[in-house]
């Protein structure tokens, strides 16, 4: 089945500064990587999503990139702002089904 | 967008008895809903599948008759943890397959006392 791993876990940068997170995967049949933004005591966002055809989308300040050989998949968000501090999940399907394995998060801090 | 909307957000109960755990797909039929659990500071860990009409899935470990789920409309999926124990307190959170991927709910904190 399906392994993602993310890194890292905590992630404090200042104000205006980027951030990046990255994953990777373990199943070369995964086509499909979203990555959510998760806010204290609500349920996660989908904030932005690739699919395996593509190296790279981008959306405003986030985007994602891909990399189908290496397997791994990353989030960067440019001129972070204190709004963007949250938990953010990556995640990948497992084994080729509708059932998704998530990261274990980062906990992003945007220091003002 | 396709939302999905999850009752109640935070609940309180004693221990030994049950809890019931709705979401509802607003504007969209999700034949499909999935049930995951949170812990603090970890990530989602997927417990069961709910398929319309049929018996939902269970993942390894989880215990169907402790976590019921029922799906038995295009739009409504219930979680009912019975005889609900402390360890059971925990933030569950349910999503639905749509065209552009995954619709979360907004999560209950179920707190046992």
């Known amino acids: 089945g399906e392994n993602v791993e993310q890194h890292p876990s905590t992630l404090s940068v200042q104000e205006g500064d980027s951030a990046v997170i990255k994953c990777t995967y373990s199943d070369s049949a995964s086509n499909y990587f979203p990555w959510y933004k998760q806010e204290l005591g609500k349920g996660p966002q989908l904030i932005i999503d690739?699919?395996?055809?593509?190296g790279e989308k981008k959306d405003q300040r986030i985007a994602v990139t891909l990399n189908k050989t290496a397997k791994h998949f990353s989030l960067h968000i440019t001129e972070t702002q204190p709004e963007d501090s949250a938990v953010y999940f990556c995640?990948?399907?497992?084994?080729?089904?509708?059932?998704?394995?998530f990261g274990t998060g980062t906990r992003l801090k945007v220091l003002a | 967008g396709a939302v999905v909307s999850q009752h109640p957000s935070w609940v309180i109960c004693k221990s030994g008895t049950s809890v019931k755990i709705e979401c509802r797909s607003l504007d969209f039929q999700a034949t499909t809903m999935f049930w995951y659990r949170q812990f603090p500071k970890q990530s989602l860990m997927l417990m069961a599948t709910?398929?319309?009409?049929?018996?939902?899935?269970?993942e390894q470990g989880v215990e169907k008759d402790k976590f019921l789920i029922n799906h038995a409309s295009l739009t409504l999926s219930t979680l009912t943890v019975t005889s609900a124990h402390p360890e059971d307190s925990s933030f569950y959170i349910c999503?639905?397959?749509?065209?552009?991927?995954?619709?979360f709910g907004s999560g209950t904190r179920l707190t046992v006392v």
């Open positions: 999503s639905a397959r749509v065209v552009s991927g995954y619709t």
């Open positions: 690739i699919r395996s055809n593509v």
């Open positions: 995640a990948a399907p497992s084994g080729g089904t509708y059932k998704y394995i």
């Open positions: 709910s398929n319309e009409g049929s018996k939902a899935t269970y």
